[in-house]
């Protein structure tokens, strides 16, 4: 079933290949089409999950190259269950969206797209280091394409600095895996985590997995790529990048830094802490001081990924469960401001927030849209944010990973001080007041097709606002099983 999964995005894109270049209907529906039905698949998968179950399920396992200890070997667990959901979901919201932001190649386009969502799928389903090596290498490839060619006027510059950010953390990690594969006889990442960390070299080892992550996640001091792809990135790509190519970086620090070097990890746990500590304020401060909306948005997004680092390297089960919420809190509500940025931008071609005022009045369901998705980003109470920003604060507030936990909590908290601050007056500077330019008068409230990719969103911000009860549940066991296998006393 997982292998279906991955590769029925792959069959659509290689369809797409064999369509006429005119056929741009067919070919949008087609992409839309094949993302749906992953999108099923893996309901199907979700719905027969055990979430009283720890290990790894729907497991799938062949030799691939076997003299050399690598194998085909795919498995989804509590942790990366609501990975995988939150892939299938954001791509179709990502494919709908794409009518509106990109006009031309489109061939090229949504064959990219599908591309990267096999590719992405495989990051968080392989259980063989080789092959995650090689989904994760994969990935890099259609988002370089999607913002240097469909992106804004820097796009060359941003997609270049995308790449040889990404490919430098990237050599790190294929040093480490070859390594881990050669010392452990064997790829398989199950087999390399029941030898308990036992490496004569796991500090390095440790971090050399640890900078490829953080420049994906992106972590301070990694993280300047990160403004520019999405400045630069189309509106779908900068969802897709926000939602789930993010979470690539911290589902890594969970799966293979905290599993396969449990010693390493209590012994750079305070730099992890301080470093997302130090993204969350650095992000937030330097949000407010933008006046383009999307750079505002896409700094917003440094901060927002701190808290995940700070959950997990809390080590505790509060801070972790914390941080994969609010991993998918993340991926669903800044993926939504994405969109609303970009809805503003596809009619009056700017984003410099300077330029609008007054738009509430002439959109009045896009200025409530928006303002829902603003006040979730805030952590507003019975909203997503709220529940995983608070759960990462009470495992921190309780960690004993660094000393005086309380103190470093509070300095955390105050990110959400400051998210309120840029992201009210970035509604503010946008939606109310009088209109600073008279072409927002002739501003056009959401078409039905932007609803629809928008409503999809705001619904699962209130589910788990008001019931986060099953993702919980289903997450529980794996991690309990993850902190005790690797001797991390559990709170």
């Not at 490496?199 to 420049?215: D, E, Q, R």
């Not at 896409?298 to 809390?314: K, R």
């Not at 019931?467 to 997450?475: Q, V």
Request: hydrophobic share 55%.
């Amino acid at each position: 079933m997982l292998s279906f999964i991955i590769f029925l995005p792959l069959i659509g894109a290689l369809l797409i290949a064999l369509l006429p270049r005119a056929s741009t209907s067919l070919i949008r529906w087609t992409a839309l089409g094949f993302s749906l039905l992953t999108f099923v698949a893996s309901v199907v998968v979700l719905m027969d999950f055990n979430t009283t179950q720890a290990g790894y399920q729907f497991v799938e396992s062949y030799q691939w190259i076997p003299q050399y200890g690598i194998g085909y070997k795919l498995g989804v667990d509590g942790i990366s269950i609501w990975m995988l959901m939150l892939t299938t979901f954001i791509f179709p919201i990502a494919l709908w969206t794409s009518a509106g932001a990109v006009h031309d190649r489109l061939k090229e386009y949504y064959a990219l797209i599908l591309l990267m969502e096999m590719a992405t799928l495989g990051v968080f389903l392989s259980l063989d280091m080789f092959l995650f090596y090689v989904f994760w290498e994969f990935a890099l490839v259609p988002m370089y394409f999607i913002i240097g060619v469909w992106g804004g006027e820097r796009r060359i510059y941003a997609s270049m600095k995308f790449f040889v950010f990404t490919m430098a953390g990237s050599v790190l990690m294929l040093l480490a895996i070859v390594f881990l594969g050669i010392n452990g006889g064997t790829f398989d990442l199950q087999a390399l985590v029941a030898k308990n960390g036992q490496w004569a070299a796991s500090a390095p080892l440790f971090l050399a997995f640890a900078i490829a992550f953080a420049i994906k996640v992106p972590l301070f001091p990694f993280h300047s790529w990160l403004p520019d792809a999405h400045t630069e990135a189309p509106t779908p790509g900068s969802v897709i990048l926000a939602a789930v190519l993010l979470k690539m970086g911290a589902y890594g620090l969970i799966r293979f830094n905290l599993a396969l070097f449990p010693d390493a990890s209590r012994q750079f746990a305070p730099l992890m802490i301080v470093l997302g500590i130090v993204g969350i304020l650095y992000g937030a401060i330097v949000a407010f001081a933008q006046t383009d909306a999307k750079r505002l948005v896409a700094y917003s997004s440094i901060s927002h990924m701190g808290y995940i680092v700070l959950g997990i390297f809390s080590l505790n089960q509060l801070g972790l469960q914390g941080a994969l919420l609010q991993m998918v809190n993340h991926g669903i509500s800044t993926g939504g401001l994405f969109l609303i940025v970009g809805f503003l931008y596809e009619r009056r071609h700017t984003r410099e927030m300077a330029t609008f005022g007054g738009v509430w009045g002439k959109m009045p369901l896009y200025g409530t849209l928006a303002l829902l998705f603003v006040l979730s980003s805030v952590g507003l109470p019975a909203l997503n944010g709220f529940v995983g920003e608070f759960v990462i604060l009470q495992g921190a507030f309780q960690s004993t990973a660094i000393q005086y936990p309380q103190y470093w909590t509070a300095f955390a908290a105050c990110g959400m001080i400051l998210s309120a601050v840029y992201l009210l007056t970035f509604y503010q500077k946008i939606f109310l007041g009088e209109s600073r330019n008279a072409a927002n008068d002739k501003l056009i409230d959401l078409n039905w097709r932007e609803v629809a990719a928008v409503v999809p969103l705001l619904g699962v911000i209130f589910y788990i606002g008001l019931y986060s009860l099953p993702f919980f549940t289903a997450m529980n066991a794996s991690v309990a099983n993850l902190l005790s296998a690797v001797g991390i006393v559990m709170r």
